[in-house]
């Protein structure tokens, strides 16, 4: 009897899931299209209709085509991307307030990117990059995001604290920003102004073949965090706990290290540092589908982090407005309140996640 | 005869840390058993190496040198899966997930078993209910972790090693947290296991006593001794003796009990019976005198009159009476 109504009761809850998918996909759905109609030149939804049927005339046809199509393509992969990096390193680092700009791995993608941007480019032209340099650009991001993930992985190998993890992350983000800051100081003029426009991030300005290895990469970090599902979840028990039920800890580490570094990775250099996306969509999922399954949160981050990135995305465009603001700015402005609220929430971080 | 159903043993087995060229043993070579079926404690002071022994043998800890048998075969040629199914292991380390729930946790124990994804099979679901009414958690399926007592997530955590069907089980200190109450209930949980179910329980504990009245077998590690043995052997070879020897703490060899070591200052004689005599003498000890059949200067002569008690002491042609152990235990010790 017990068994019967305890199979009802699941039965219940996923039902319950699934209809909170179910409205998160329309929600995402609504507001990718909302993303394509608004924008910073006022376009009639009649006319984006017509240019979506290529009927109309040319100009509107580009903005449509080559602009906002492409943009709001590549907010959904960015929020993605970003969300599921953060809700990797939370479980790995077993730390609520990991997100990939807080512990310093958007930091050592940035320094891949100054490198090709400010050191070697200053021997070839821009344009010159964008040919060749794609892939260069996304590698040497993925290796600056590599290389700080394995340092923050040691350092939290010697120290269990979370306090003294985060802080460490912070001082190597600053440690990497004195690097970035003394490349830009032997840096000419244009270099430097394409690195800070670099630095405020920005979805717009991705031309198609840039889109396309965004979008390979980041599809292959998806992979890789599917394939990781059951390893996170193990890993939730902790290290030796995950060893004790039977997990390779080593290889999952670089299993997920990896995916983390190409998700994180490859959103940077493209896109610029966006922060604070990438530690608050795992706490929504969390608290929103009340799960710590990582089957459940992995969908969950992606849904969700791709529509808080497409809310982004319109409110920097200001719609009605000729301006338009750095959507890093706005990432945090809608991230840091998320964080206060876990922070306050939890009153001691360094308790459960 | 020993070998028939012996299910893990270790000969000359180094434990400690290496990283790279630099190691550091912590022990002497070590030799023991466990029998399948065995409920086995392990005892010594903190930080001699319980839990660096308890790791080594679960396999999470490379030993330094000799040999561990699992099933008669070499552990280190089992692999992470092949070990998870056949020891399940409970660390002193607390896990702090939120929105995870008794069901998630117990679900995870099946981890060695399932598919890339973890999908739980029917069978899963069948173990994994069992395994949470097994441990008394089935009140609890739907809880989340963190709103768990110490005592009832230790529960939970037995659920999932459970789950994780395994003959042995290595628990470092399950008790440790716990009050006296879910202290008992894991115990008596971990006596079930091996006796019901044939489980071979292997845990660390500081609570000697609860180790020498429940567990088969004791393995008491001393920083340069390893003792292997029934509680009772031990006792009768002088082994606790000398887990003692250098502290305050004095192991009694006739009643299995530990009590302080303290300057006699005194001896006195106890005239009367039954449990007012033993209850009175154990007060005489405490006060620091010692308790003597033969005349000595104070007598006390303990009996119940008209429904009170009452004892009478004599001491150097004084005599007085108190009518409660406390009043003559202050009296003692300001005659000392």
């Known amino acids: ?353 | 005869m020993q070998h028939k159903s012996e299910i893990l043993s270790f000969e000359s087995l180094l434990i400690g840390f290496s990283s790279g060229r630099w190691k550091k043993v912590i022990l002497p070579p070590l030799n023991g058993h466990a029998i399948k079926g065995e409920l086995i404690a392990v005892v010594g002071q903190n930080g001699v190496g319980k839990s660096t022994l308890l790791r080594t043998i679960s396999g999470l800890q490379k030993p330094i040198g000799g040999k561990i048998l699992l099933n008669s075969k070499i552990l280190s040629g089992y692999s992470r899966n092949e070990l998870a199914q056949n020891i399940g292991y409970i660390s002193t380390e607390q896990v702090k997930v939120s929105n995870m729930t008794v069901n998630d946790l117990v679900s995870l124990g099946r981890f060695p078993h399932t598919n890339w994804i973890g999908k739980l099979t029917p069978e899963d679901i069948a173990i994994i209910t069992d395994s949470i009414k097994k441990a008394g958690m089935t009140d609890f399926v739907s809880r989340n972790i963190s709103e768990l007592s110490d005592g009832e997530r230790q529960r939970a955590m037995v659920a999932r090693v459970l789950a994780q069907d395994t003959d042995l089980l290595i628990m470092d200190e399950p008790t440790a947290f716990l009050d006296i109450k879910s202290k008992y209930e894991i115990i008596h949980l971990l006596h079930e296991l091996s006796r019901e179910r044939g489980k071979t329980v292997i845990f660390s504990t500081h609570d000697l006593n609860v180790a020498m009245s429940e567990s088969d077998k004791i393995w008491l590690i001393l920083e340069n001794l390893f003792f292997e043995g029934a509680p009772e052997d031990l006792i009768l070879e002088g082994a606790f003796d000398k887990l003692f020897s250098n502290s305050l703490v004095k192991f009694n060899n006739k009643d299995g009990n530990f009590t302080f070591r303290t300057l006699i200052s005194g001896k006195v004689k106890v005239n009367g019976q039954g449990n007012m005599r033993i209850w009175t003498e154990k007060a005489i000890n405490r006060a620091g005198f010692s308790v003597s059949g033969q005349y000595s200067d104070i007598e006390i002569d303990v009996f119940s009159y008209a429904g009170k008690n009452i004892w009478k002491v004599t001491a150097r042609n004084t005599s007085k009476e108190f009518y409660k152990l406390y009043d003559l235990v202050n009296w003692l010790v300001s005659s000392r």
């Open chain 1, 1 to 353: 009897m017990i068994e019967e109504t305890e199979i009802i009761g699941k039965g219940l809850t996923d039902n319950h899931k699934l209809l909170k998918f179910g409205g998160l996909f329309i929600l995402v759905a609504i507001l990718f299209i909302l993303d394509i109609f608004l924008g910073s030149v006022n376009i009639k939804p009649a006319e984006v209709i017509h240019a979506l049927l290529n009927s109309a005339d040319k100009g509107l046809e580009l903005i449509v085509y080559k602009f906002r199509i492409p943009k709001a393509i590549t907010a959904l992969v960015v929020g993605i991307a970003l969300s599921l990096s953060g809700l990797q390193m939370q479980t790995i680092f077993r730390n609520p307030m990991a997100g990939p700009d807080v512990l310093g791995i958007s930091s050592g993608a940035s320094l891949g990117v100054a490198f090709v941007i400010l050191g070697f480019s200053s021997h070839m032209s821009l344009s010159g990059i964008q040919g060749f340099g794609n892939w260069a650009l996304v590698a040497a991001s993925w290796a600056g995001a590599g290389i700080i993930m394995v340092l923050i992985m040691i350092i939290s190998m010697r120290v269990n604290d979370i306090m003294t993890v985060l802080i460490l992350g912070i001082m190597l983000s600053s440690g990497i920003s004195a690097i970035v800051s003394i490349l830009q100081y032997f840096s000419n003029e244009t270099m430097l102004k394409a690195y800070v426009i670099w630095t405020m991030g920005s979805l717009g300005n991705l031309t198609s073949q840039q889109l396309e290895v965004l979008m390979i990469s980041v599809f292959a970090g998806i992979i890789l965090t599917f394939f990781s599902v059951k390893m996170l979840n193990a890993l939730l028990l902790g290290e030796n706990y995950a060893a004790s039920i039977g997990l390779n800890v080593r290889f999952a580490r670089f299993v997920i290290f990896s995916g983390t570094s190409i998700l994180a990775g490859s959103v940077t250099a493209f896109c610029g540092p966006i922060g604070f996306l990438g530690i608050a969509v795992p706490h929504l999922a969390r608290i929103y589908f009340r799960s710590s399954d990582h089957r459940i949160l992995i969908p969950a981050v992606m849904f969700i982090g791709g529509g808080l990135m497409l809310i982004s995305d319109i409110i920097s465009q200001l719609p009605g407005s000729d301006n338009v603001l750095p959507v890093n700015s706005v990432t945090s402005l809608v991230g840091i309140p998320v964080v206060i609220w876990i922070i306050l929430r939890n009153r001691k971080i360094s308790g459960y996640f």
